[in-house]
């Protein structure tokens, strides 16, 4: 019989064996060994036992057949990667930069098969008359064992498996006799893990106004048309987003096809759940990563299966194996959760476009901020653009209040409240309404700040914050420039300069201390550790039994709670300090988003911005909800330095322990690059020391590419991986991060 050999790409995430190598399929795993399939196969000099996937099956020998070794094994509890997986593998490597086995595992959130959940019941399969025969039978060749589940069994025709071997302290040895003389049988029953807990059988239909109407029959036209587009709806915080996400959902499925839900973070999980199974029941299932394993294997069966058509998650929830995939939803589609922050490192809205053209699908982009890069595309005409400009009940926007930090601290204020947010608590409490409160920690990192004037300690020639180390320097994570640590403030001299270091944890006892009467639940990283932490917070904050919700951005992100009249935002601008080219469009998002938050019932919303620089635009902009006057700012800002959208920008992300070892093969890497016969070369920043230099004894150096053509990124990303795999690198590792939504 004539030789089959097999591709496998084996399970090291290491350049050097970035490729398939040829195995010999043996006679007795030829039925067995698939395309996509996990193998154990031997590596390497001494044949160590290692795994791997199968990418192809019958290519001719490329070795004499004598050197080609044998597959070992089929991984039996394995999840198979289907060819379509494979492919999108290939193409998530090949554009976000990674090792093909990194990226197979990524397309592959459940890497193996769970025993499914069995029920055990023993049916008698005689009449009682018989059974009770049986038993005195039994009873009188002293098989007292026998006897007892005879006479339970004429009681009751079917028992529990675990009540026979438990109460009735029968073995399995007895009821397998029992079995064989045909009195019963056991009768085995599997059910699927189901994540979703709540059970609201009520279906609520929401009659849609002329604005979302209008947006759904232009979506379904297109879908009827089969154009297969991707769509951004830009739409003011409460002006119902979600409800025409469910009626185009609705259409999908009723055209036999699945629809995939992403939603930013795993808190938005319950409320995004519970209106959708309101809408679809049993229909709608959910992934992330609290689940069990067993219920993560469960939920993808399931849609193997077709027992979900609507599957709600993060990320992950894009490489649900639906058959026929229809839409692909992504709700606040800025967030940079959204963007991995591991190899590969892919973003979503991406992979949803790549996934969409393939399968013929349509990608929803929404958000009451959408990213610049989404609406710079609508505005070229790539995505079509929708606006929904008001809300969609009659309540009106939340009035925002813009409170000077510096001017509180000149009056004797050396409180984290300002005055006006807390006669607006106090004013809440005695009416019984709810106060939500947002740490806007995001984006800190060391940033140095005057509380006399709000002035930052910025990099002169990158206008990002200096960042404080340990070792009491200011450093620029951009361009390398340093200073040793200012005592006084430049601006006004003020000796009142020093990081911020206010937490959650400290603002729940001043909240405590100052309003003793209020019930108060915090929401951080320490709060929701556990699988069902998000649901307790936010179901005890929803049913109004605590007055006060104190938290970090987990809070401010699509959260509908009728009884929040008043949202205060602790910090509105330390996001803007962040030493990140971002950090004026974090800040609008944030604080945007936050502001949404107050006045989604009957009562008109308040909101208090406490800020030391009150006149920034993503300031000014985010309290009248106005997203054209800051996109139009912070582009001018973008492409004055050349960040995207107004062009692509590529990091190379450098790791080692030898700090020496590390700075020269960064060196080398950018001297490589920069050999490359391009007419048009990128913008090359540094190589320089990364925002943490060290992190786990590793040191840690960064390369920036500015170009306007990804693709020109690309090569430079592709002519650096051909380098390094000439070199014998052991201990140092090199990622490639594009258009990264963190610094390094």
């Not at 002329?210 to 154009?227: A, F, G, Y």
């Not at 629809?259 to 709608?284: C, K, N």
């Not at 194996?321 to 959760?337: A, Y």
Request: charged fraction near 25%; hydrophobic fraction near 35%; include cysteine.
């Amino acid at each position: 019989m004539q030789a089959v050999y097999a591709d496998v790409i084996i399970d090291i995430s290491h350049e050097k064996v970035d490729r398939p190598f040829q195995y010999r399929i043996p006679e007795h795993l030829l039925d067995k060994v698939t395309v996509g399939c996990k193998v154990t196969v031997p590596f390497g000099r001494g044949n160590t036992s290692r795994t791997g996937y199968v990418l192809a099956i019958g290519n001719p020998p490329e070795w004499e057949e004598s050197r080609i070794k044998e597959i070992s094994e089929v991984c039996d509890k394995s999840i198979t990667a289907e060819d379509n997986l494979i492919a999108l593998a290939a193409y998530m490597k090949e554009t976000f930069g990674s090792t093909m086995i990194a990226a197979l595992k990524t397309v592959l959130p459940v890497k193996k098969v769970t025993k499914a959940v069995e029920h055990k019941t023993v049916h008698a399969l005689k009449d009682e008359k018989e059974l009770q025969l049986a038993a005195f039978n039994a009873a009188s060749k002293h098989r007292r064992a026998q006897a007892r589940l005879l006479d339970a069994l004429c009681e009751s025709p079917e028992i529990a498996y675990p009540l026979v071997t438990g109460k009735l302290n029968v073995s399995p040895q007895t009821v397998q006799s029992l079995e064989k003389q045909g009195y019963c049988k056991v009768v085995v029953t599997t059910e699927y893990r189901n994540p979703i807990r709540f059970r609201d059988e009520s279906r609520k239909c929401v009659s849609l106004n002329p604005d979302q109407q209008k947006i759904v029959d232009s979506i379904e036209e297109d879908r009827k048309q089969k154009k297969y587009g991707t769509y951004l709806i830009h739409g003011v915080t409460g002006s119902g987003k979600t409800e025409v996400y469910m009626e185009l959902i609705s259409k999908c499925v009723e055209s036999g096809k699945q629809a995939i839900m992403l939603i930013p973070e795993i808190s938005l999980t319950y409320q995004t759940v519970s209106r959708f199974y309101q809408r679809f029941g049993d229909q709608v299932s959910v992934i992330h990563s609290r689940l069990s394993e067993g219920e993560r294997f469960d939920q993808f069966e399931r849609a193997k299966k077709g027992e979900v058509t609507v599957m709600i998650g993060p990320r992950s929830a894009l490489f649900t194996p639906f058959p026929n995939t229809g839409l692909i939803v992504i709700d606040e589609e800025h967030e940079s959760t959204y963007k991995s922050e591991t190899s590969p490192k892919y973003h979503a809205r991406e992979v949803a476009i790549y996934l969409a053209k393939k399968n013929g699908a349509q990608v929803i982009l929404g958000s009451a901020t959408p990213s610049l890069e989404s609406y710079t595309r609508a505005k070229r005409g790539e995505y079509t653009l929708f606006e929904l400009e008001s809300r969609a009940t009659a309540n009106t926007l939340p009035t925002v209040h813009i409170t000077d930090m510096r001017k509180e601290f000149e009056e004797g204020n050396k409180s984290i409240f300002s005055r006006l947010l807390q006669n607006k608590i106090e004013d809440r409490l005695e009416k019984g309404e709810q106060t939500m409160l947002f740490l806007n920690r995001r984006g800190y990192a060391g940033f140095i700040s005057c509380r006399s004037c709000g002035e930052v300690i910025k990099c002169p020639h990158c206008d990002v914050s200096l960042s404080e180390h340990r070792d009491g320097k200011l450093y620029c994570h951009y361009c390398g420039f340093e200073q040793r640590k200012v005592t006084k403030c430049p601006a006004c001299s003020s000796p009142y300069i020093a990081g911020f270091k206010a937490g959650t944890q400290q603002i729940e006892e001043l909240i405590l201390k100052q309003f003793p009467t209020a019930v108060v639940l915090r929401m951080d990283a320490d709060t929701t550790k556990n699988k069902d932490d998000y649901e307790k917070i936010l179901s005890r904050f929803s049913n109004r039994e605590a007055d006060i919700l104190l938290g970090t951005q987990m809070i401010v992100k699509g959260h509908d709670f009728s009884g929040v009249t008043l949202m205060g935002i602790l910090a509105a601008d330390l996001s803007l300090n962040g030493n990140d080219y971002r950090s004026g469009e974090r800040t609008f998002q944030l604080l945007t988003q936050a502001a949404g938050r107050a006045g989604r019932g009957e009562i008109q919303g308040e909101v208090v911005f406490q800020t030391y620089q009150p006149e920034h635009y993503a300031i000014t902009a985010s309290a009248t909800q106005d997203y054209k006057a800051f996109y139009e700012e912070e582009m001018l800002y973008r492409e004055m330095l050349l960040y995207p959208p107004a062009a692509e920008l590529l990091a190379v992300q450098l790791t080692g322990p030898d700090e020496k070892g590390i700075e020269a093969l960064a060196a080398k890497l950018a001297l490589q690059a920069e050999s490359m016969a391009l007419q048009d070369p990128p913008v090359r920043i540094g190589p320089a020391k990364a925002a943490l230099g060290k992190k786990k004894d590793l040191y840690r150096q960064v390369i920036y590419y500015k170009h306007k053509d990804y693709e020109t990124l690309i090569q430079v990303k592709n002519e650096m991986e051909r380098y390094l795999n000439t070199l014998q690198l052991r201990r140092e590792n090199v990622q490639f991060d594009f258009n990264p939504m963190h610094m390094f």
